[in-house]
């Protein structure tokens, strides 16, 4: 406490008022990708991954059904500070016979609704697919047969009914997040076809009007997959179009771009023309390799642009990393903390006063304040926000998934 009156001082002398930062800060809901608990298995049973996606490392625990990846949630949701969404995907569906993709209803997914109904969370929803018979050639909502592109289309447009029920039980907007794996491993002969039937995919699933207050689509562009090196259909360039000019959202996954590529500097260019542009964080390393997001510059860049355009309403913050290397609890819970950490840091900064001095070209002062600037008393707001909300502040929490390990996830066997 006392710390933070010394922080709050020092912020204060430089313009910021760090009551509005963690008051600002404790209404962000981030979309917590549910996949980060089993390696995006899912309960149809099968448990290969496939689309170009991978998940490394074999650390003992892993949730293999609802009971114990709801448990893992709570647990996580434990040691994370504010209120949230979590974010399924279409293999979470909860049924006691298999249904197939394509006939997946709202009922299937009541008793995530239930879970979060008495956590006050939001749900979010992705149709999945990839590890699946009908995608195993790597092409779906631009597959050249017909038969298995419908398969794909009805799949998408029951999730999405899926997702107006959750935004309508639970009264937080549902988003709806299309990615595809579809691709070619070399050169093709036709770059126009496949994008062609994926545009007409894509227009007659999002043909049934469904109520933005309660469902917002999304589509993930990617760049290139593992066995898809050399063309992928649903480009950036594709969606960005796309989004445009029909009524869904980009969705920017920073992992999904060429390496000295940034997410954060596409930001404000994407807000000056649509509404809202939805995000999956993650952290790749060499590759899409999807580790566990960490407080590096391009995250307090993102989190800095968010802030800096106003945009805490307008950027739909979602997270999409699963390292099955290490403890899966504590992988989720070091991610969303730090992407916390990190919107936290930007609304800590005087940017009227950084951008005073772009503005008059006073580059030495900006240089010199951002410097200075990174060395402010950080962790004691970090640490009483964190009190507020009555989660640990510091490393402290790591006990807890020590705890939790050698009681429940060390019995999974
Ligand atoms: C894959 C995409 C996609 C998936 C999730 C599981 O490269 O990033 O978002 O990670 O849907
Ligand atoms: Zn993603």
Not at 165 to 177: D, P
Not at 357 to 384: C, H, I, M, R, T
């Amino acid at each position: 406490m006392e710390r933070y009156t010394y922080a709050k001082e020092a912020y204060a002398k430089s313009g910021v008022d760090t009551e509005a930062a963690i008051k600002a800060l404790s209404n962000v809901r981030i979309s917590i990708h549910c996949w980060q608990g089993d390696d995006v298995g899912g309960f149809e049973g099968s448990g290969d991954l496939s689309g170009g996606i991978a998940a490394t490392g074999n650390y003992p625990g892993k949730a293999r059904c609802p009971g114990e990846l709801m448990a893992d949630i709570d647990k996580m949701l434990s040691l994370v500070p504010g209120s949230h969404k979590i974010n399924l995907h279409a293999i979470y569906a909860i049924s006691d016979k298999p249904v197939e993709r394509d006939k997946l209803l709202p009922e299937h997914f009541s008793k995530w609704v239930e879970f979060a109904k008495e956590r006050g969370l939001g749900l979010d929803i992705n149709p999945t697919l990839f590890s699946h018979p009908l995608a195993a050639d790597g092409l779906t909502l631009s597959h050249p047969d017909e038969k298995i592109r419908r398969f794909w289309i009805d799949h998408c447009k029951a999730m999405r009914r899926v997702g107006e029920y959750f935004g309508r039980e639970l009264g937080i907007t549902c988003v709806n997040n299309i990615w595809i794996p579809d691709g070619y491993k070399d050169t093709p002969a036709d770059r126009l076809g496949p994008r062609q039937r994926l545009k007409d995919s894509l227009d007659e699933i999002l043909s049934e009007k469904i109520d933005r207050r309660y469902l917002i689509d999304t589509v993930e562009s990617k760049v290139f997959g593992i066995g898809v090196e050399s063309y992928t259909v649903g480009s950036h360039e594709f969606y960005l179009n796309y989004a445009a000019k029909n009524d869904c959202v980009c969705l920017l996954d920073n992992g999904h771009f060429h390496p000295t590529e940034v997410v954060s500097d596409k930001i404000p260019s994407m807000l000056l023309f649509s509404d809202k542009v939805a995000l999956h964080v993650t952290r790749g390393v060499r590759w899409d390799s999807d580790h566990v997001v960490i407080l590096d510059d391009e995250l307090k860049e993102i989190a800095k642009e968010i802030v800096r355009c106003n945009a805490l309403d307008r950027v739909i913050i979602g997270l999409d990393y699963f390292d099955a290397s290490i403890n899966r609890v504590g992988a989720w819970v070091t991610g969303v903390r730090n992407m916390q950490k990190a919107l936290l840091n930007a609304l800590l900064l005087p940017h009227g006063t950084l951008k005073a001095l772009q503005d008059s070209g006073n580059f030495s002062k900006l240089l010199a304040l951002s410097e200075e600037l990174k060395l402010y008393p950080f962790a004691d707001v970090w640490a009483e926000f964190c009190e507020r909300q009555g989660v640990p502040a510091g490393a402290e929490w790591f006990a807890e998934v020590e705890k939790y390990e050698k009681e429940v996830m060390s019995n999974r066997k």
